[in-house]
């Protein structure tokens, strides 16, 4: 069981190698969260939005920065402002991947957050998107105090780009309710990650002799190798 764990990750994309720090599925996943925040916010896309109840619409969704999402049957049709209260989920469909994002309760909060959902299963990690200015080279300055924006040139808004980013992670334990915030780096302490990991082996061997392990990684080890277990 070991032998098969310490190259899982790099056996499920087809590539051989010794270490255990996994980088190809590190990379694949960090590429994956950059596409899905490319066109995830402020885009129309084809969508599923699938309700509390199960019951699945497709149309096309776009999502607002309040945890809501727009959602029409028809591209000619008005947008429905939908939240939390009907919906579980949506799902874009598109290249490279299909991208989800699931409502979630944060541990010690009331409001209900829209997250990426960056693995998936009993043990669950899941993303919070922002919008940041990013200035250009050559530029800089503060904010337009009315709009918000960068102050305007000549007719037009130069020198800086709105840019989608993860600003914190989260991380939903089996069986539990609502989300632990992971912060905007994902960087508990080892006790933590035993508490959360306990009764997985395979996990928690991981984290005691590598240094460079991702949460991802280890989420999707848990789910593959021992939610199973736990169930029974």
């Known amino acids: 069981m070991k032998q098969g764990v310490k190259y899982a990750f790099f056996n499920k994309y087809g590539v051989g190698g010794k270490t255990k720090q996994y980088p190809l599925r590190s990379v694949l996943l960090t590429c994956f969260a950059c596409f899905c925040m490319q066109f995830g916010m402020a885009q129309i896309r084809d969508a599923i939005l699938t309700l509390h109840d199960s019951t699945q619409f497709e149309g096309y969704a776009d999502l607002t920065k309040n945890n809501k999402i727009k959602f029409r049957m028809n591209l000619e049709d008005d ?94 334990l089996p069986k539990e309710e609502t989300l632990i915030s992971l912060g905007a780096e994902a960087n508990p302490s080892k006790a933590l990650m035993r508490e959360w990991f306990a009764g997985c082996a395979e996990v928690l061997d991981e984290i005691e002799v590598n240094e460079n392990y991702k949460i991802a990684d280890l989420v999707w080890q848990y789910n593959r190798y021992c939610a199973a277990m736990e169930e029974d």
Request: proline fraction near 5%; aromatic fraction near 16%.
């Open 79 to 172: 947008a429905d402002l939908w939240d939390h209260e009907e919906v579980y989920q949506i799902r874009f469909k598109g290249y490279p991947s299909d991208a989800t994002y699931r409502y979630g309760k944060i541990r010690f909060r009331d409001k209900m957050l829209l997250l990426l959902v960056l693995e998936d299963g009993p043990m669950g990690y899941f993303g919070k998107e922002v919008t940041r200015i990013i200035y250009e080279d050559g530029f800089g300055g503060g904010l337009d105090s009315e709009t918000g924006f960068p102050p305007e040139n000549h007719g037009y808004r130069s020198g800086y780009k709105k840019v989608p980013v993860l600003s914190r992670r989260y991380l939903k």
